[in-house]
């Protein structure tokens, strides 16, 4: 946007150097998160006896620590793909449901629904996951892994409610309100020339949709996925109520096995030794990582769109 | 080509796969609420057993493990303490960037850095904001674990909100009003401070608002940096401060009947401030723009 | 395959405002029909409701009759959908489907109503873009998308999808007022090689145009501001221009107003 000009006046130049100076704070501030996780995870993994990104069990308190982030990531990954695999549909649904499936009236007013789900707080989900989801999930887990254990991931021996498959649906809840939001505003901006095209050659409503709506808005509902999945991986209180906190890697998501990151720096921060607490840092720096890459690649695809509509324009 | 006149009607199968699309659509939107509907009846259901007034005037010192009884007053002090010092610190910096974003940047090099760096912070998960905390505030600086330390982890998550939703209302001003401004001779910064801002004043603190609900429930960098403890801490800059999110997970990780109700109690706490917050931000935007809405 | 429209006493909505009124019209088969008026008095509005796209505005609605032969197009048994399928649109701004070639953007309409074998869709691919005088220019491209092409060429475009799936009637509204001079020539063109073929109905604020292309011309007018449209006469185009029984027409057509 130009904004028109002007002489530079007496009074501005403080003015104009504090709120640059903000603006470079932030970026100070983004910053110092990677030196200093970088300088304080430093002592932990030079004193670490085995190989931090292949390792699986986590001793970092024994006198001999023994860490790795392996069964962690392992466990971030898995569970939050899970969750975006069981959120994205949902939310793709909820979004077309507001913008082109509910009564006028009523939309915004059910958008505003869904997005109560997302100030719900996590250890809200928690409580909820721990209290009511976890019990509940006992039979329809057992169900899987009676009629379906010939798919590997429903298998295994002994089914429990603190699983995988529990942590990833509240992780799907709680990604579900941002993913349907963005989904829902690029939905709502389809073009309408091109809608009443669609329709003008005797689409029905679905074929109106899948012509004209869902090309348009697939940008930017992957970028809605990518920054879902984001978030799904940073979570952290209501998924560390949940996962049974096991440092293995195994696909069987109904079984006793799961855990992530975030989950373990919460779990494990309060008996921590300063080496422990160093090596949760180390972990923090790879969660970070993971998390801006994921980030990066939402941005860059929304960058990519705004090109592509300027293009079609 | 066949003939065909008059109105044909459509295909049954199309028909029907446009029926069960709209279904679909309707189902998914149905799965969505269910969880909410769950979440909000469970805890108003479990939160009213201890909902009274011993919970929210007392705090959990000399409550034993099994004993019934205590509460979140400490935790409510701490966690409005903690997120005013949050908000002290997140708005003015968040503002300023919005003004030099909208205001100075010009679309130039470094203002499309910031940029991109704020949307980038949207993304920084709350425990790694307690991480780098604990890193650079207690471990680097040896400062001790206390609410300020907590409301520095939560001003880092408030800062990207407060700056996009500062942004959006400052480019909702009309050009205008600052070329109004200036032509009369008004210093730029003025004009920003007597024009500018009044004008997107209450969209502004709408987003403040907004920023502010999120991260009250933040539970992870006070798990990090605040730490835990049964009694009132009034002072936010010394020793371990209770939080809400902090008490119901604490609460929540005990093993007796005793200590989840008190869980269920201040998650409906916490939903309470967090709603209230949400609505009165709603109210002010609503007011604000009465003839927009119709 | 060209029908003859029956209108009669027909008002439209949008929410609570009356945009039209009491409208009754013959639109005669295979002939093109042009409508005229100044600015705002509803000539896209009731062009619409020709083919029922009227309503997919939210909250307008439609009362009084529009007969296709014997059909009443809003009975109660008439799905809508079927009624757009039947009578065809091309509208002011050319809307072709960006994510999509040139040769998808003119099957489109055709893949929504049935399988088609590769070779009987490239049939019709190639006689509507030569209906549409478009096939020399794009013949080498139809993979291409169909955004890529200039403002005329893309209406043509627009004009080829609508004609691939067979309607009775077309309606035009504004085809050429985003259009260079040589772009509408080419347009104008097509419309009287098309009127062999189908019921056209143009919305025009070219009077010259109007003229050149249409055998019968209605023109259209509010009484005063806020007020819905209504038909003040139709006729022979060539009475219209030269000998309109309204003062108002003839006001409009010299120019005196709008
Ligand atoms: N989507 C809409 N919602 C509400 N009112 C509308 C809408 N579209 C048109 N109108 C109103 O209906 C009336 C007729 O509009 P319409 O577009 O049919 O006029 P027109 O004769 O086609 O004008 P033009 O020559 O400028 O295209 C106008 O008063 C207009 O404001
Ligand atoms: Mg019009």
């Known amino acids: 946007m130009r904004r028109p000009a002007f002489r530079r006046s007496r009074g501005d130049g403080p003015f104009r150097f504090l709120s640059t100076a903000s603006g470079i704070v932030l970026l100070v501030i983004m910053a110092a998160i990677g030196v200093f996780l970088v300088v304080k995870a430093i002592p932990a993994l030079q004193a670490n006896t085995s190989h931090f990104l292949t ?68 250890v809200v989900y928690g409580l909820w996951g721990v209290a009511f989801l976890v019990p509940f999930m006992l039979s329809p887990s057992s169900f899987l892994n009676k009629y379906f254990a010939w798919i590997p991931i429903f ?159 | ?63 034993g493990a099994r004993d019934a009884g205590g509460g979140a007053y400490h935790a409510i002090i701490g966690t409005l303490e903690q997120v005013l010092l949050a908000s002290l610190i997140a708005v003015p910096i968040g503002l300023l960037t919005a003004i030099y974003l909208v205001e100075y940047g010009n679309g130039g090099r470094l203002s499309r850095i910031v940029s991109f760096f704020v949307d980038v912070m949207t993304g920084v998960p709350s425990v790694v904001s307690g991480l780098f905390i604990l890193a650079f505030w207690i471990l680097a600086l040896g400062m001790p674990f206390s609410g300020f330390a907590g409301a520095l982890a939560l001003s880092i998550l408030m800062m990207p909100t407060v700056v996009r939703s500062a942004e959006e209302m400052l480019r909702l001003v009309p050009n205008e009003l600052r070329e109004a401004s200036y032509a009369l001779g008004v210093p730029k910064w003025r004009s920003i401070v007597k024009v500018v801002l009044p004008t997107a004043f209450t969209g502004i603190v709408t987003g403040v608002m907004l920023a502010v609900a999120r991260v009250a429930g933040e539970t992870a960098p006070l798990l990090l940096v605040v730490f835990s403890t049964d009694s009132i801490n009034n002072d936010p800059f010394n020793g371990p401060q209770m939080g809400l999110p902090l008490y119901v997970f604490d609460q929540a990780s005990r093993p007796n009947d005793t200590a989840i109700d008190r869980a269920w109690a201040g998650a409906l706490t916490l939903i309470l401030i967090i709603m209230l917050l949400n609505l009165v931000a709603r109210l002010i935007s609503w007011w604000r723009s009465p003839a927009k809405r119709g | 395959m060209a029908k003859q429209i029956e209108v009669s006493d027909l008002d439209a909505y949008y929410g609570s405002h009356k945009a039209i009124e009491g409208i009754s019209m013959t639109i005669e088969p295979r002939s093109v029909t042009a409508f005229i008026g100044p600015s705002g008095c509803g000539k896209s509005t009731f062009l619409r409701t020709l083919n029922r796209m009227h309503e997919v505005i939210p909250g307008a ?10 059909q009443d197009l809003y009975g109660p048994s008439v799905d809508p959908v079927s009624v ?155 009475k219209i221009f030269t000998n309109p029984t309204q003062k108002a027409t003839e006001d409009y057509i010299t120019g005196r107003f709008g």
């Open chain 3, 61 to 70: 609605r439609v009362e009084g009759k529009v007969r296709l032969e014997d």
């Open chain 1, 55 to 122: 390792e699986l069990t986590w001793n970092p308190n024994a006198t001999q620590p023994v860490f790795g982030i392996g069964a962690l990531a392992f466990g971030t990954l898995i569970s939050s793909f899970i969750a975006l695999i069981i959120a994205t549909p949902v939310a793709v649904g909820v979004a077309l449901f507001i913008s082109h499936y509910a009564p006028r009236r009523l939309a915004s007013a059910l958008g505003y629904l869904v997005d109560l789900l997302a100030a719900v707080p996590s």
């Open chain 1, 155 to 313: 298998g295994g021996d002994q089914v429990v409610g603190k699983s995988m498959l529990t942590a990833s649906l509240v992780l799907a809840i709680m990604i579900l309100p941002i993913i349907a939001a963005i989904s829902r505003e690029v939905f709502l901006q389809a073009p309408r020339i091109q809608e009443e095209a669609a329709l003008a050659l005797g689409a029905t409503r679905w074929e109106m949709i899948r012509m004209a709506v869902l090309p348009f808005g697939r940008p930017g509902v992957i970028t809605a996925a990518l920054l879902g999945l984001g978030r799904a991986m940073g979570e952290t209180i209501a998924v560390a109520l949940i996962f049974p906190a096991t440092f293995t890697i195994s696909f069987r998501i109904l079984s006793a096995n799961g855990n992530s990151i975030a989950a373990n720096i919460a779990n494990g921060f309060g008996e921590a030794t300063p080496i422990g607490r160093g090596a949760l840092i180390a972990s923090g720096l790879v969660l970070f990582l993971i998390t801006l890459l994921v980030n990066t690649a939402a941005r860059l695809v929304i960058a990519r769109r705004k090109e592509y509509a300027r293009a079609a324009a």
């Open chain 3, 84 to 238: 757009r399928r039947t009578i065809g649109m091309v509208f002011q701004r050319p809307n072709p489907f960006p994510t999509m070639s040139i040769f998808d953007n003119v099957a489109a309409g055709l893949k929504l109503n049935g399988r088609f074998s590769k070779s009987q869709l490239e049939g019709v691919v190639e006689e509507s873009l030569k209906g549409a005088n478009l096939w020399n220019e794009v013949k080498t491209r139809l993979n291409k998308p169909g955004a890529g092409l200039s403002g005329g060429q893309q209406q043509r475009l627009c004009i080829a999808r609508a004609i691939a799936v067979r309607p009775q009637v077309l309606l035009m509204d504004e085809p050429c007022s985003a259009l260079d001079p040589i772009s509408t020539l080419a347009i104008e063109d097509l419309i009287s090689e098309l009127k062999q073929e189908f019921t056209i109905v143009i919305v025009t604020h070219n009077m010259q145009q109007a003229a050149r292309v249409s055998e019968k011309t209605a023109f259209f007018n509010l009484a005063a501001q806020g007020q819905p449209g209504k038909l003040i006469e139709m006729d022979e185009t060539s």
């Open chain 2, 1 to 63: 080509m066949t003939v065909v006149t008059g109105i044909q009607p459509i295909s049954a199968g199309r028909r029907v796969k446009d029926r069960a699309v709209q279904a679909l659509v309707y189902l998914a939107f149905a799965i969505a609420v269910v969880p909410l509907v769950s979440v909000l009846w469970l805890v108003i259901r479990n939160g009213l057993k201890r909902f009274d007034i011993e919970f929210l005037t007392h705090s959990m010192r000399n409550i």
